[in-house]
């Protein structure tokens, strides 16, 4: 079949780009062509329009545009430059997608995706409304509902446990698209139902289909043969810093940080710039791991690597719950760290983790994903 996907396959987010192969390369070892709708909206990473500032909700709107607008012409024009070629060739060598993207046309790309029998909405945030646009109708498929494709969404994430209830009143007809809706959390599963009446099924991140990649790390060594701990920070670097360097003085060994483009603190040890595969292979030969990362969480698991996700505090903790929701359902919530506390973090840094324990309920994740796609892929008509 032609199976299309629509997703943040472009971010030079390493989550994004790895959640995006990783369902790709699924549903291509079922012999399926695989490819990637090429919508890239402006309002994702380049904040989009302005409006006219009317209420409160719209200047805060504006300042999130203008915001997203600085950060992404510093990072265009003073930002890592070759790291920005790295993701380009990734995502030519394992998304199959050629160029920036600079010269594609958004409408075009949804109007191509007639030619699909499967299109799947996922995974990742893509259901999160932003302050600044809200929910984006496209990643509902409001496009495709005349298209004759089945549509379905994997492991789609709303960001959040709760949405507003002005935005809760629009869900009825946005997921009204879909043939079958699965999504990444569990309070995303009673978002669907309160808003459609219909079921939806709970299933683990693409990530979570495959227990290695060889493919990746194989290909792109980490580099580094003395003992390291490895961290990625995103949104903040409260806890996390402190988790950092306790546990790199405990295990008295350097700290590498990958590089985050929308960092405005100062660096937590060294900063390196890999792509994503080399990110899942300095995770990979890691001595420990510190994140406040979904995906960081994720690999940590599937690498076999003892880790501790330190929470984000303040108004940024709901961002908490995705990694929270995983590490539970793995038995592991303990490796969770609200706040920073020196004897908690002495504690875990020592602490040995069951792993067979953890990858017999990985497997069990994998086996809910696998059977959802496997019978979504049986319904589709020829």
């Not at 990637?36 to 709107?61: Q, V």
């Not at 483009?261 to 001595?287: Q, S």
């Not at 929470?311 to 929270?324: E, I, M, S, V, Y």
Request: glycine share 6%; with cysteine.
């Amino acid at each position: 079949m032609n199976v299309g996907i629509l997703t943040f396959h472009f971010s030079d987010n390493y989550g994004a780009a790895l959640q995006a192969y990783a369902l790709r390369r699924w549903l291509t070892e079922q012999g399926h062509h695989t490819s990637f709708i090429d919508y890239r909206p402006a309002h994702i990473e380049h904040g989009g329009r302005l409006s006219l500032p009317t209420s409160p909700a719209a200047f805060k709107a504006n300042l999130k545009v203008a915001y997203l607008a600085l950060s992404s012409f510093l990072n265009r024009h003073f930002g890592h430059a070759g790291q920005r070629e790295k993701f380009v060739r990734f995502r030519e060598h394992f998304l199959g997608i050629a160029g920036d993207g600079a010269a594609r046309d958004n409408g075009a790309s949804l109007a191509a995706a007639q030619a699909f029998d499967l299109i799947v909405a996922g995974s990742d945030q893509i259901w999160s409304p932003s302050q600044h646009f809200g929910f984006d109708p496209n990643y509902f498929l409001d496009f495709a509902t005349a298209f004759r494709a089945r549509k379905i969404a994997y492991a789609a994430s709303f960001g959040r446990d709760q949405v507003s209830p002005a935005e809760a009143a629009q869900l009825p007809r946005l997921l009204h698209n879909f043939d079958a809706i699965s999504v990444r959390e569990a309070s995303g599963v009673a978002l669907v139902e309160r808003a459609t009446g219909r079921a939806a099924t709970n299933v683990p991140d693409p990530t979570l289909l495959h227990s290695h990649y060889p493919e990746l790390t194989n290909r792109a060594p980490s580099g580094h043969a003395d003992p390291y701990l490895f961290c990625y920070a995103l949104r903040s670097p409260d806890n996390i810093r402190q988790t950092a360097e306790q546990v790199s003085r405990q295990l008295a060994c350097p700290i590498l940080s990958a590089h985050n483009p929308h960092r405005r603190w100062a660096e937590i040890g060294r900063t390196v710039y890999p792509d994503p595969g080399e990110w899942v292979a300095l995770l990979e030969n890691a001595r420990f791991v510190v994140t406040n990362s979904f995906h960081g969480t994720v690999f940590s698991l599937l690498l076999r690597k003892p880790f501790i996700v330190a929470g984000l505090t303040g108004d940024k903790a709901t961002a908490n719950a995705r990694a929270l929701h995983l590490l539970r359902a793995v038995g592991l919530e303990d490796r969770f760290a609200p706040a920073f506390s020196a004897s908690n973090v002495e504690a875990l840094a020592s602490q040995e983790i069951d792993w067979v324990d953890v990858e017999q309920r990985l497997a069990d994740l994998r086996h809910s994903g696998n059977a959802f796609l496997s019978a979504q892929l049986k319904a589709v008509t020829p």
